[in-house]
């Protein structure tokens, strides 16, 4: 690692029959580079011929095996002594099994200036959304989360309004995901 700030991007899995495979390993490493962005991938366990088989947006078992390796090979470049006051944790989705961790190893290493940013795509506060019968239970983990960031990215105006609704505080900034435009009509032109 050198000396200069780093932005630790923890991906969703990479399903190639969703756009998380292009999210993941195109679109945000090409964002990146092109505002020269020092970062590193966090990637986790992965089957490359997963599908889901159980959920409705990324396999209910892949997610959460996936996401705990991420916050696992974190927390040993944190031990490694790669991690640094300053650095940028990017979570490209709000509900990362295990990143309590990451929150209890960073306050116990003493670490002062550590940003954490995540992706809302929609959770429990969306009626519309998968885990909107998980509210009772979601809730409070999304509201404990929200503590702990340093802001929120979504996807829309209304999806801040629910958040803050719900009663999360962080800054919430409205953006989009960085698809790219001549890539998506390369394959569809009409």
């Known amino acids: 690692m050198t000396n200069k700030q780093t932005l630790w991007y923890f991906p969703l899995e ?34 490359p ?31 490694l002594g790669n ?14 099994s295990g990143v309590d961790s990451i929150f209890y190893a ?9 940003k954490i940013y995540a992706m809302l795509h929609a959770q429990s506060v969306d009626e519309y959304d998968f885990t ?3 509210k009772d239970w979601m809730r409070h983990y999304e509201l404990g989360l929200d503590k702990r960031l340093t802001g929120i990215f979504v996807g829309s105006t209304i999806h801040k309004e629910q958040l803050r609704e719900a009663g999360l505080e ?14 998506t009509i390369d394959v569809l032109p009409n």
């Open 14 to 47: 990479p399903l190639k029959t969703r756009y998380t495979w292009q999210l993941c390993q195109h679109w945000m490493p090409e964002t990146f580079k092109q505002f020269n962005i020092n970062y590193v991938s966090i990637d986790g366990d992965f089957d």
């Open 106 to 114: 960073l306050d116990l290493y003493g670490f002062k200036d550590i």
């Open 132 to 134: 909107y019968h998980m």
């Open 49 to 79: 011929d997963e599908e889901i088989k159980v959920g409705a947006v990324l396999d209910a078992v892949g997610r959460g095996k996936f996401s705990l390796s991420q916050c696992a090979n974190f927390l040993e470049q944190l031990r």
């Open 170 to 183: 962080a800054p919430i900034h409205v953006v989009s995901l960085p698809i790219h435009k001549q890539k």
């Open 83 to 96: 991690v640094k006051d300053g650095d940028t944790i990017l979570l490209q989705d709000f509900y990362t």
